[in-house]
């Protein structure tokens, strides 16, 4: 049971029972360097431009949306539904309206 429960909870990635959407904001992965082929001190550039329009006053870390996924796929989310959690400190409320 508790298998398919997490299942249930984690289908938010692709759109399942629970209507759940799931987005992050900045955060610096080996992608940055592997597949967008930026040096360490382009990445560490970077960084120190966004953080700054960031309300967090800093990009998010794998951390961060690893434990927004655990939330989500603990019982302390089982009443949520139909929402999109953004984990991005803060960075969709200041960009909202610019386009």
């Known amino acids: 049971m508790e298998n398919q ?17 799931f987005g992050a904001g900045v955060v610096p992965t080996e992608g940055y360097s592997v597949e967008q082929k930026l040096s360490e001190q382009e990445i560490a ?7 700054k329009g960031i309300p967090a006053g800093r990009v998010g870390t794998a951390q961060d949306i690893g434990d927004a996924l655990v ?4 019982d302390a989310s ?16 200041v960009y909202e309206g610019k386009n």
Request: net charge neutral; charged share 25%; glycine share 16%.
């Open 78 to 93: 089982s009443y949520i539904r139909g929402v999109d959690l953004i984990v991005d400190g803060g960075m969709t409320r």
């Open 5 to 21: 429960i997490f299942k249930e909870r984690i289908a938010l990635v692709t759109g399942g029972t629970t209507g759940i959407g």
């Open 71 to 74: 939330l989500l796929a603990s």
């Open 45 to 51: 550039d970077y960084v120190e431009r966004v953080s």
